[in-house]
């Protein structure tokens, strides 16, 4: 990975200079260079997140099938705002839009945003709490553990898992 570019500039929406943007240039096994572009400022929230490589616009679908904690802790997801992560084993799917703010994060870190959303649901139904409890304990095994799948589709083929070791992501073209 290399930084491009990192630094202040104008806010695009409020135009404070106080927009933190950067820019990184990845080389991944499945994809290429892939170019991530990544903004948020501190005045207004605006967030900015774009993905770019070679290959755009086909719709893809990547598994990710972690062997262990290593694998959850040392890969990367970058998922653009158009991409849906799922995982059949687990039991959840988070789709963009409810829950579509683009991220690049590790998946142990997503893994913790899925609790998150759980721990919130909890709060709205409250009468499932035993159930969402069950989920949350499971996901903390499973992020030690490995041994499930996680997907991600894109229809434009924008968000990908940049695996620790490559042979746990296999990447489909649908
Ligand atoms: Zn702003």
């Not at 998922?79 to 959840?92: A, E, H, I, N």
């Not at 759980?118 to 035993?130: D, G, S, V």
């Not at 030690?144 to 996680?150: A, C, M, P, V």
């Amino acid at each position: 990975m290399s930084v491009v570019y990192s630094g202040e500039v104008t806010c695009p929406v409020c135009g404070a200079k106080t927009f933190r943007y950067v820019e990184l240039l990845y080389e991944t096994p499945f994809f290429g260079n892939v170019l991530i572009q990544s903004g948020y400022c501190s005045s207004c929230g605006y967030r900015y997140f774009d993905v770019d490589y070679a290959e755009v616009g086909r719709p893809t679908r990547v598994v990710f099938k972690p062997r262990d904690g290593l694998d959850v802790a040392k890969s990367l997801l970058i998922r653009s705002k158009t991409g849906t992560v799922y995982s059949p084993d687990l039991g959840f799917t988070l789709e963009p839009g409810t829950h579509g703010e683009p991220v690049i994060t590790t998946v142990e870190g997503f893994m913790y945003k899925v609790v998150d959303y759980a721990e919130r649901l909890k709060t709205l139904e409250p009468e499932n709490a035993a159930r969402v409890d069950q989920f949350i304990e499971t996901v903390y095994r499973k992020v030690e553990e490995g041994g499930f799948t996680l997907i991600v589709e894109d229809p434009f083929g924008k968000s990908f898992i940049q695996p620790y070791r490559p042979e746990t992501v296999v990447v489909e073209y649908v």
